[in-house]
């Protein structure tokens, strides 16, 4: 049973550019959250989606957006990349049809920003 | 507003000590609580949780939390470290339902003399 898988596993990009990542959720959840942890903090939560639309989100600008697909697959795009953005970032998925269900998260991608 | 507290930055105990990881934490109704542990370069793995019932929850790897409503504390405790227990600890509090958005504390890092 695959747990969350997120890729890819480390980036590389430039002030300004942007950038896509993606995850896939643990088999048989339903509900994506998004997460950034600077280093030497905890995670921030980012967003949640859920049935493809966008359910909570965070204290993150508009440059943060994300998209969840019909087999619950999810992206986080960011644009116009700042130095700040340099994180890793976690994915976590959740059933939401059964209550008191802990969120998995995944391994992680870890983003610098030059 | 939810938060968390981790007064402890860093932990230095010897293997075979006991361990507790102290977490205060402030929210406006009946908490969900999660202990998550996070090795170098890796996600969050769940270590246990409290949702409701039994104050005194169990979780994997020898590892237990007690859920003290007056102190709003959940504190993460365990009879005999072990030298592979070296980790960063994160407590975390989310809304019902378990797979809300979690907000965590700034994390404990934990070191194991042998």
């Known amino acids: 049973d695959a747990g969350v898988t997120q890729s890819p596993t480390h980036l590389i990009k430039t002030r300004g550019q942007q950038v896509t990542l993606r995850c896939s959720p643990k088999?048989?959840?339903?509900?994506v959250s998004w997460y950034q942890q600077a280093l030497g903090q905890g995670p921030q939560f980012i967003f949640q989606y859920y049935e493809e639309e966008e359910r909570q989100r965070g204290n993150f600008p508009d440059r943060f957006s994300g998209h969840q697909f019909p087999n619950y697959s999810s992206e986080l795009n960011v644009n116009a990349l700042l130095l700040g953005d340099s994180a890793l970032y976690l994915c976590?998925?959740?059933?939401?049809?059964?209550?008191?269900?802990?969120?998995?998260f995944g391994d992680g991608t870890r983003l610098s920003i030059l | 507003a939810q938060s968390v507290t981790q007064p402890d930055i860093h932990i230095t105990v010897s293997e075979g000590a006991s361990l507790e990881l102290r977490c205060n934490y402030s929210y406006g109704a009946t908490p969900y609580l999660f202990w998550y542990v996070q090795s170098p370069g890796q996600g969050l793995q769940l270590l246990l949780k409290y949702f409701s019932g039994d104050t005194l929850v169990q979780g994997i790897k020898g590892f237990e939390a007690e859920f003290k409503r007056s102190q709003s504390s959940f504190n993460l405790r365990k009879p005999s470290v072990h030298w592979s227990d070296a980790a960063e600890y994160f407590c975390?509090?989310?809304?019902?339902?378990?797979?809300?958005?979690?907000?965590f504390g700034t994390g404990t890092q934990l070191k194991v003399e042998l």
């Open positions: 976590a998925s959740s059933f939401t049809g059964t209550s008191n269900q802990p969120q998995h």
């Open positions: 088999s048989g959840h339903d509900t």
């Open positions: 975390a509090v989310g809304a019902t339902g378990g797979g809300n958005k979690l907000t």
